[in-house]
């Protein structure tokens, strides 16, 4: 399976758009390109038991944010503020760029 190249990045401000967690916003903490998949702050957050560890010595139940898929968040503009799609763009210095494409400005600095 192919690593694919995602519309947003880590420390992305993104919207999700479907599932549990709709209409709720958060920054990208993980992005994982192989499985096309990426972790929200404080979004979809699952429990997991927890054996013992050197770490966590009394274990128990810990909550944590799981992954969810790339496809169900989109970026949320930082000039307008609205969720968006995003374009490529190259630069005359040849450099490639993310805009987006409700009010087309740059969304990488």
Known sequence: MATQQLHVK????????AGKEKGKSGKVLNVFPGKGRVTVEDLNK???H?????????GGIVEKEAAIDASNVMLVCPACGKPA?????????GGKVRF???CNE????
């Open 10 to 17: 880590k420390d992305d401000m993104v919207m999700v758009m």
């Open 85 to 93: 799609r995003t374009g490529m763009r190259v630069l005359e210095d």
């Open 50 to 58: 927890q054996r013992p560890t050197r770490f966590n010595p009394e």
């Open 46 to 48: 699952v429990k997991r």
């Open 106 to 109: 740059i969304v990488d600095k």
């Open 100 to 102: 987006c494409k409700k």
